[in-house]
């Protein structure tokens, strides 16, 4: 019965929920290479997140079909905390060919779904002239369309690895914005990385754009050659001062992967050997030429730069003597937002002003900075009356105009009131006295008090029952707590020794989940699992948190515990390749099956060597 009723709870959640799935935004997305070579074969892929139907292709043009449409479908259900997920994909696969050089665009496929027509993204394709540059793992990597940054130092062009930072533009106005990607060029499989010094960009004030957490491979055409490329990271930049300005050579050691030629004939047949080749490379260093601004600057210019607008507030505008007010300040936009100084506000000179709170709200992105900072000025009028704050004026350098810009808000006008206690009683009693000598009054000499009563002093806490009582309170929780504080060492302690038992047996269980993902030619999953599984059975082994492990204090650690340096080598191998994995797979010699026999391997050796407990 009690099933039963779980079953019928089940069916009607789904059904209430298939109008919510079948409300779900349909996407219909086109991907390929950005770069092909004549002659070469390349996949061109259109996605559509539901059930398709009548699916139309466009016209080629100077690309020749190879095979295709090939459609694969898949399809999921999630259910979490009673929460019903599900997702389905159909995807349209055609093998391409390129016949011709030059820049071509696909126009739009079109697919029904419910009756309804939906269309791709065109996607543009530059095809440069076949060669033999464009590696095999070059050539399994696609991604969507789209433009690179406009100067991309092409000097290196036919090296097989190089580095590179590129910038969007090398000449701005002193506190405009510039973008720069550190990228890597190859055309060789990549293992790893080493010794990364990226530029201090000297004379900039830099900011971050967020980037993926894991380099994504692409293709990109230097001078006709084709590279995978990955972007390490993504720079937004101000220059802080007018002149030539370098930045300086982004410095790293690439891992290359190298297959080593055998006489054997097994030897090609199962794979054949690899070897590393460490590669020191850097980036030529970049002058960037930052103009000075115009001369004719606003009297109330105070450097920001870009495109703004800006709004003021008051919360009150009828207050009695004495009452605060608050003026908001807003300056939304995209530009130095950061850098911006609090406003200069033509207060009265009977108020008393604070200094202003600054609130900042922005993003970061390739067009800047972009968001809105807040000026709150807290005064205090101290009598009675009305007072006018006079318009506020912002100006700032308008970067897509090149000319000087002055905004103004409206003026404020404010009542106030006569207040109650110390204005009334100065006011009344202290005649002929300005303002500015009545608000000194009280404060230096205090008058004298008449009615007041003494009290008894009570007797002190020390030597009272009390005094005992607490004294013996805290012995007693002070005894408890040790005893409760051991108690809890001595399980730790147990809990530290069934942990270092049980090391291989929980990472067995991991490399297990690991060949799931690999069954479902998940990668990234995969490579992801066998680096739980290493580093997890080495905490739990070591007795120390994954926190405080590192490649580095691993290989020491396991020294002193009389591991072959043999052993500790492959493990760094191991877990090279493993990292690199998850965002290159197709650089990795053996694939998943060979990196899971060496990670079950490798964990069975260290277990017999490493005694801990």
């Not at 802080?240 to 297959?259: A, C, M, V």
């Not at 970061?364 to 006018?388: D, H, K, M, Q």
Request: include cysteine; hydrophobic fraction near 40%.
């Amino acid at each position: 019965m009690i099933k039963q009723n779980k079953i019928r709870q089940l069916l009607l959640s789904v059904v209430l929920l298939l109008p919510v799935l079948s409300f779900a935004q349909v996407t219909f997305k086109a991907t390929a290479p950005r770069v092909v070579a004549v002659g070469e074969q390349f996949r061109l892929s259109y996605s559509v997140n539901a059930k398709g139907s009548n699916f139309s292709q466009p016209d080629f043009g100077k690309f020749n079909v190879l095979s295709g449409p090939n459609v694969s479908s898949s399809s999921s259900v999630q259910i979490i905390n009673g929460n019903m997920t599900q997702s389905v994909s159909y995807t349209y696969n055609y093998i391409m060919m390129a016949t011709a050089e030059g820049k071509f665009t696909i126009p739009p496929a079109s697919v029904n779904v419910k009756s309804k027509t939906y269309k791709s993204n065109a996607v543009t394709i530059e095809v440069v002239k076949g060669s033999a540059t464009a590696s095999a793992s070059a050539r399994s990597q696609t991604s969507s369309s789209g433009g690179g940054q406009t100067h991309v130092d092409k000097s290196n062009a036919g090296k097989d690895v190089f580095v590179a930072v590129n910038v969007n533009k090398k000449s701005l106005y002193q506190g405009e914005s510039l973008v720069a990607d550190i990228k890597v060029y190859t055309r060789k499989d990549l293992a790893g990385f080493d010794d990364i010094k990226f530029p201090p960009f000297t004379g900039f004030w830099s900011q971050d754009i967020e980037a993926p957490t894991q380099i994504q491979l692409h293709r990109e055409n230097v001078n006709g050659v084709i590279y995978n490329v990955g972007l390490f990271k993504k720079v937004l930049l101000f220059p802080q001062r007018s002149g030539n300005i370098t930045i300086d050579p982004f410095k790293i050691t690439l891992i290359t992967q190298e297959r080593v030629r055998s006489s054997s004939p097994f030897d090609d047949f199962f794979g054949g050997s690899y070897r590393r080749v460490p590669v020191k490379t850097a980036s030529k260093p970049i002058n960037i030429k930052v103009k000075p601004l115009p001369a004719d600057k606003p009297k109330d210019f105070n450097g920001a730069v870009g495109r703004f607008k800006m709004s003021a507030t008051i919360d009150k505008n009828k207050v009695k003597a004495n009452e605060a007010i608050n003026l908001k300040i807003r300056i939304t936009g995209t530009g130095n937002l950061k850098l911006i100084k609090p406003l200069n506000v033509d207060f009265p000179p009977d108020i008393d002003v604070y200094d202003p709170k600054t609130s900042l709200n922005t993003k970061v992105t390739t067009s800047g900075i972009t968001g809105s900072i807040t000026f709150t000025y807290l005064f205090i009028p101290r009598y009675a009356g009305t007072y006018r704050i006079a318009p506020i004026t912002f100006s700032y350098f308008d970067t897509s105009t090149k000319t000087y810009k002055t905004i103004t808000t409206r003026e404020f006008e404010i009542t106030v009131e006569k207040g109650s206690g110390d204005e009334e009683m100065t006011s009344g009693v202290v005649q002929g006295l300005s303002k500015e000598e009545v608000k000194f009054i009280g404060k230096d000499i205090r008058f004298l008090k008449t009615n007041f009563q003494l009290k008894k002093k009570e007797l002190p806490l020390f030597n009272s029952k009390l005094f005992y009582l607490v004294y013996i309170v805290s012995l007693v929780l002070f005894v408890l707590i040790l005893i409760i504080r051991r108690s809890q060492i001595k399980k730790n302690a147990n809990q530290a020794k069934l942990k270092n038992r049980k090391a291989n047996k929980v990472s067995r269980k991991r490399l297990k989940k690991a060949v799931g993902f690999m069954k479902q030619s998940n990668d990234e999953k995969f490579y992801d699992e066998i680096l739980k599984a290493i580093w997890g059975y080495l905490s739990d082994k070591l007795l120390i948190p994954v926190s405080e492990l590192s490649k580095d204090n691993v290989a020491e650690i396991l020294e002193k515990h009389n591991v072959d340096k043999e052993n500790i080598t492959e493990l760094m191998q191991l877990l090279d390749a493993c990292e690199f994995a998850r965002f290159a797979p197709a650089s990795v010699s053996g694939g998943m099956e060979e990196i899971y026999k060496k990670a079950g391997k490798l964990i069975s050796v260290l277990d017999q060597k490493i005694k801990v407990i």
